[in-house]
């Protein structure tokens, strides 16, 4: 059983940093690729990032490239998202998932989710 647990959220002025974490529990999990997703009020789960289990191949939609960086720790247990410059329209719930499939930005393929950390962006 894997089991995934965020951190890190909280409420920042538009323009500031948040680094949220995944941390994970489970005997394999350090050979899942993961992943980071996003969820407003109102709106559909969004894609905000992912990462092959070894850390060599990472994704982005536009809407956050550049601002936003995925890695992992070196036990390959552990999941950071880096969030610069945030914006208003960065405010979500945050949820880190896991396959053992690389499944990108297929937010229905990954088989393993957080409970989600909220994020705040005042502007």
């Known amino acids: 059983q894997v089991q995934l647990v965020e951190s890190g959220g909280g409420l920042v002025q538009a323009g500031g940093s948040l680094r949220l974490s995944c941390a994970t529990s489970g005997r394999t999990v350090g050979s899942y690729n993961m992943g980071w997703f996003r969820q407003a009020p109102g709106k559909e789960r969004e894609f905000v990032a992912a990462?092959?289990?070894?850390?060599?191949?990472?994704d982005y939609p536009n809407s956050v490239k550049g601002r936003f960086t995925i890695s992992r720790g070196n036990a390959k247990n552990t999941m950071a998202l880096q969030m610069n410059n945030l914006q208003p329209e960065d405010t979500a719930v945050y949820y880190c998932?896991?396959?053992?499939?690389?499944?990108?930005?297929?937010?229905?393929?990954?088989?393993?989710w957080g409970p989600g950390t909220q994020v705040t962006v005042s502007s």
């Open positions: 990462i092959t289990w070894g850390g060599g191949i990472t």
């Open positions: 998932a896991a396959d053992p499939v690389y499944s990108g930005s297929r937010w229905n393929e990954y088989i393993y």
